[in-house]
């Protein structure tokens, strides 16, 4: 039942804000200016504050029992202590869902404890109403290419739809660390964003739920100080995997340090850390360590998805590199991560020894330095690249390709090819980049947006490889 | 005595070209206008082609034996094969040492092996010429702001002089990736960079004793294949720790498939992974997993030294943030990397607790999630930054501190805060940077330019934290 509780509260079609602010830059106003900025309706947006009030072109109510239409959700943005009063008028006016931003429950204790269990008590266990919060920056909803936003916190940046759902116990990633998402990886778009804060009525499941229930919706991305229901949660990450969709995990408190910082944010109550590794061992899901790690991943598997590229199954990749060096890196890494640089067949070794010198053969495995192709070529790297690339993709044994791009002015590398091949073979091809900062800029732009993810990092390039694998091979395992 | 060679070698009086090429972009074209660029004195450059012939300004020379002027060193651009002539020339000629470029020596077997021992014999085992590579890109030196640059493959795209010392089995570090290092760091400077290949003769040793021994050098990184000489290298390692200097450690293959790797590249040997392990562990060294990773370490330990900041002993550290959640994940990481967030001090805890509200009281320990500071500051965002981080960084318990910071325009976080306190205290600062990416650009640059690392990866920020403290605590070690 909750998913379609959850499907109001992401698409409403009235909301009342509760705390409503006359005063810029107070959260008050930027809900409404949020709601406006982002094309909901102004007749549709009910502002209430015991003091009346006009705020960019809206009128105030005084109290919510002044409005007779029908109201979807309500945003409560008043402090703690007043919150089990508004909830009442809330169910008595027939609104089945309240986002609470205030903060002072669970994570300060006594208190915290008596207000939350005058909350349930007031509507028979989130029976009467529906809970998003508190403690949370709210929910975003993007519709189309900047519209539908929804969120207390943040206006418009510049945004684009996409297949990304985001759950999350901290408010950030629909406040500020979204800003700086949508503005590094413009071309990464989003569904659905859903603060859950203290998750006192309303947890990941039930967002988790929804987002799996929804086609809009391919990749999961959670970020959680503590689980709500560990079984429950095992069992929608099975499913998921099932239907083809990703989860990614990052948990805080995982360490005792960590464990002592999440009382004190959500109040979330330490889960014993072999537990907690059980359950993301059990859940088949592709963990992070950190926010940017998480969402490179996000961003990397809609790239991959959107290409429409082939899944690496076994993660049998191939390394095309002009650096000897890097090569060595990667083959240490791809070790480490558990993939695999494979045995090249005897067609590809015997087309690409055409291209290396007699001095220097390739290797028979699909670690390929091609700086002594490239001599043999008198320089002319782009056609080695090309033709190394094309014999590389088509073996069977090679599921997608790493390479490294060196791109300066003088000498540009030419992305045609890798457009090309990547169109022609489907498989997966990421890029490690370097050259001139400045100019390179705009080549990893480029390149994302013709959906080659790009990484600084080698041992960046090697997870978001992994990332692609695991899903399948956890499937295939399941099989057995 | 391989000092006084290194020395020559990094600082030559006169160069000897051979393999000039008058063909703009070849690579004998190449290095006689990146020393023309970088301010080599033309009349002391000698280019060497049998075919004679002009470029840039300067005669070729048929043949070494037709000049009389004493030359230091020889650049050696020719291919494998015409090597041990050429260096019976140059011994002949009186040059005391030979960069050589060409591949094509143990990387590719029998006859590498064979064109290297006559080598040998050539050069009385290297006493008569010292030998740079083969299979490397040479030196470069850097005396002041964009002059004395003296690498054969790039030329100038602007860079800055400074204490980083590079050791480098990976022509790249002295090629395409020092070129991306230079523009996107473009405050860290660099003193030398050594490219050196097979290391036939000259080792990673002899350059990091040149480099230990040379007071413009505060920091080495060494991206390595093999040890030429592991007890030698331990003992370096630990004297450059007496003497206060860093040394940072990337070594490749050092996994089963890494080592494939390495003997294709450099022709490098197999070692064992747990000798490696045990050689980096009596080195007390850091080490990096990426040239990414490693030069990031370098970059933070350089901005640490130009504040002069007070090196952490410990690794206590203090995290200030206005995410909660950011706050959980550190905790994680800092417990992960064997860093510390301390408990404060009485005085400094009672001097927090008038800042945060009654509701929510500070942590005990260094994790101030400032949050709801702020909301009872009435959003004086800037203000509680100044006073929480003030308070945190006197406290003795506390030697460095992270901090969170999210940069909008229509919220502008006042930098000067942390420029001032950086002054006042002395202690490392690092900052995890978010907001509108496009915005924080220039914030980056400017936190750099005042010594201020900034990460955009939570984890990388505690590795870094991580290595300012490892020499110390070593040390600290060794007394006991």
């Known amino acids: ?208 739920e929804y987002y799996l229930s929804d086609p809009t919706v391919g990749i999961v991305v959670c970020y959680l100080e503590n689980f709500a229901n560990a079984r429950k949660f095992i069992d929608l990450c099975n499913y998921a995997r099932t239907i083809g969709k990703s989860v990614y995990l990052l948990k805080g408190g995982i360490s005792s340090l960590g464990m002592r910082a999440i009382k004190s944010h959500t109040g979330a109550i330490a889960e014993n850390s072999n537990l907690i590794q059980g359950l993301i061992n059990q859940s088949h899901i592709s963990t992070a360590s950190t926010f940017y790690e998480m969402f490179q991943y996000a961003r990397t598997k809609s790239m991959v998805l959107k290409a429409k590229d082939f899944l690496p199954e076994e993660g049998k990749l191939a390394l095309v590199t002009v650096s000897g060096g890097s090569g060595s890196v990667v083959a240490d890494l ?56 094309d014999i590389v993709l088509q073996d069977e044994n090679v599921e997608g390709l790493m390479t490294t791009v060196f791109y300066v002015n003088e000498f540009p590398f030419d992305l045609d090819i890798l457009y090309e091949l990547h169109k022609k073979h489907r498989k997966p091809i990421f890029t490690w980049i370097f050259g001139d900062n400045n100019q390179i800029f705009p080549i990893i732009r480029q390149l994302r947006e013709n959906n080659i993810p790009t990484f600084e990092n080698l041992e960046e390039m090697v997870k978001n490889f992994k990332i692609l694998c695991s899903s399948k091979s956890s499937k295939q395992k399941k099989h057995i």
């Open 334 to 389: 791809v070790e480490k991560h558990s993939l695999k640089l494979p045995n090249l067949q005897e067609s590809t070794y015997t087309q690409l020894a055409n291209i290396y010198p007699e001095w220097m053969t390739p290797n028979r495995f699909a670690l390929l330095d091609i700086w002594p192709a490239i001599e043999k070529a008198k320089g002319d790297s782009n056609d080695v690249h090309r033709k190394v690339i």
């Open 1 to 208: 039942m909750s998913n379609e509780n959850v499907h109001l509260l992401f698409h409403p079609k009235s909301v009342a804000v509760i705390g409503a602010s006359t005063t810029r830059l107070k959260g008050g106003y930027r809900i409404l200016e949020n709601l406006l900025t982002n094309g909901f309706p102004p007749e549709k947006i009910y502002p209430i504050n015991p003091k009346g009030g006009n705020a960019l072109g809206l009128s105030f109510f005084t109290s919510l029992t002044d409005i007779t239409d029908p109201i979807d959700v309500a945003i409560l943005f008043v402090p703690n202590k007043v919150i089990p009063g508004v909830l009442e008028q809330c169910i008595k006016t027939g609104i089945r869902g309240a986002i609470i931003q205030a903060a002072g429950f669970e994570e300060i204790g006594t208190r915290g404890f008596e207000l939350r269990d005058q909350i349930r008590e007031i509507t028979d266990n989130f029976r009467k109403i529906r809970i998003v919060g508190p403690n949370c920056t709210g929910l975003t909803t993007i519709e189309t290419n900047s519209s539908g936003f929804f969120s207390p916190f943040i206006k418009q940046y510049g945004y684009s739809r996409g297949k990304i759902g985001v759950i999350s116990q901290s408010g950030m990633l629909n406040g500020g660390y979204l800003i700086y998402l949508c503005t590094k990886f413009p071309s990464v778009g989003f569904r659905y964003i859903a603060s859950i804060g203290n998750k006192m009525d309303l947890t990941e499941n039930d967002f988790l």
